[in-house]
């Protein structure tokens, strides 16, 4: 009995033994375990940080984009207000004539009434009520056109040019703020690499004749506007006054036109002429000019020797008409208002500056789509919770300089809303922002 105890005694130890060992054993697999998922973690929260940062980078450019957008799309507001401007400056001169030769019965207003009927009569010489108004004011337009030229130039221009200027090192800072947000400060963040970026080059300055300048959008914009199209209207008389010629009539011609010349600056004319018919024994039937209204502001159309002379008599009292115009245009100059527009450049109002249409920027690339790539790299001394690992002596640990890297595309594109297929363009604020498949070979791009 005595030595059976004694065995049982000796025996006692070795499963302490056994027992600590397996301690020991569930200890590694705990520490493996946590090991194993805050490697994971740390991976996981880099992907998702990679992600948030690229796609903040491609938000980014799409709101610069979209901003340039709009930038243009005020350019082609003022330039349509400048229109009308110019447009009502040459209707109020023109309504200044009309009411000065009606004044002066040079032709007489019963006359018009009798060949062309009461509605031209009345028209004839009939000027805006108020006209001292500053509405109708041609020095108050003429200020209002200059400070339109002057937003064009000097703010719209200047802050489209200076925007995309700094865009790239805003797309860039603001990524960096995206991937601070996502780590605690004072323990480092991964460091950001942008690759294969074409942002850069997406876009270049176009001038307004080339393609995607601001020439053509600014005419498709003046053809919605019936006051900005031409003012052609040519009224025939139903009389017969000339037998030498019964096929030919009266004529009251209208013409008008608000156009932009090479430089890109706007100018109107209008004019409003009787073409009375007349003959003699020495060249036959002809037509005998009395403008009736003029007016001419801006930029100019027309070409001298051509379309008008420059010192037109102001009366033919000394002269006959069909001798002057056949020395200076032929008997039959066409079908326009050659006196009228004489008198025009005679009192053209020539508008001080006026710098024309701006440059802007157009799309260089023709898939007009800005992609690139970050690639963020960290290690284990910022954990996935993004705190620091607070054991001191564990700093110098070599598996907290164990590196993680990942990689995520971004590209920003241009989607009109709707079922339609639309142009990308610089004029649409139509640009969107998304994550895409990483690039089959990826380098830094210069």
């Known amino acids: 009995m005595i030595r059976a105890c004694q065995r049982l005694h000796a025996q006692g130890g070795q499963a302490l033994v056994l027992g600590l060992l397996l301690?020991?054993?569930?200890?590694?697999a705990w520490i493996s375990a946590n090991w194993t998922a805050r490697l994971v973690a740390a991976r996981a929260r880099l992907t998702h940080v990679a992600d948030a940062v690229a796609y903040s980078g491609a938000l980014m450019q799409a709101r610069q984009l979209n901003l340039l957008a709009y930038i243009h799309r005020a350019q082609l507001g003022h330039q349509v207000a400048m229109a009308h401007l110019v447009t009502l400056i040459a209707w109020g001169q023109l309504a200044s004539t009309q009411g000065r030769r009606r004044l002066t019965g040079n032709p007489p207003a019963f006359l018009i009434r009798r060949l062309f009927g009461s509605r031209f009569a009345r028209a004839y010489g009939v000027t805006p009520?108020?006209?001292?108004?500053?509405?109708?004011?041609?020095a108050a337009l003429q200020a209002?056109?200059?400070r339109h030229d002057a937003v064009v130039h000097r703010i719209l221009a200047d802050a489209a040019r200076q925007q995309w200027g700094q865009a790239t090192r805003v797309r860039d800072e603001h990524m960096i703020r995206i991937l601070r947000a996502n780590y605690a400060p004072g323990i480092g963040v991964p460091t950001m690499q942008v690759l294969d970026d074409n942002f850069s080059r997406l876009l270049a300055w176009r001038s307004p004749r080339q393609y995607q300048g601001l020439l053509a959008p600014t005419l498709a914009i003046m053809r919605r506007f019936a006051f900005l199209g031409p003012r052609d209207l040519t009224e025939t008389s139903g009389w017969i006054t000339q037998p030498l010629c019964p096929w030919q009539r009266h004529h009251l011609r209208r013409r008008g036109k608000t156009f932009l010349d090479a430089q890109g600056r706007w100018g109107a004319h209008d004019t409003l002429s009787f073409h009375a018919l007349r003959s003699n024994r020495w060249i036959g039937c002809y037509f005998r000019e009395y403008p009736m209204g003029w007016a001419a502001n801006g930029a100019s159309a027309w070409q001298s020797g051509r379309h008008y002379v420059d010192r037109p008599p102001p009366d033919f009292s000394s002269q006959e008409f069909w001798r002057w115009l056949q020395q200076k245009s032929g008997l039959h100059a066409g079908s326009g208002n050659f006196l009228a527009n004489s008198y025009a450049m005679r009192d053209h109002i020539a508008h001080a500056g006026g710098a024309g249409l701006p440059d802007v920027l157009g799309l260089a690339r023709p898939d007009a789509v800005a992609r690139f790539s970050v690639r963020l790299s960290t290690n284990l001394a910022v954990s996935d919770l993004g705190l620091s690992w607070s054991a001191r002596h564990l700093d110098d640990a070599w598996w907290r300089a164990l590196v993680f890297k990942r990689s995520a595309a971004a590209e920003t594109y241009f989607v009109a809303p709707g079922a339609g297929s639309e142009t990308?363009?610089?004029?649409?604020?139509?640009w969107q922002a998304r994550l895409i498949a990483m690039p089959a070979t990826t380098g830094v791009q210069p």
């Open 23 to 28: 301690l020991s054993l569930l200890l590694a």
């Open 424 to 430: 990308p363009s610089l004029f649409h604020p139509y």
């Open 129 to 138: 009520s108020g006209n001292t108004s500053s509405s109708y004011n041609a």
């Open 144 to 146: 209002s056109l200059k």
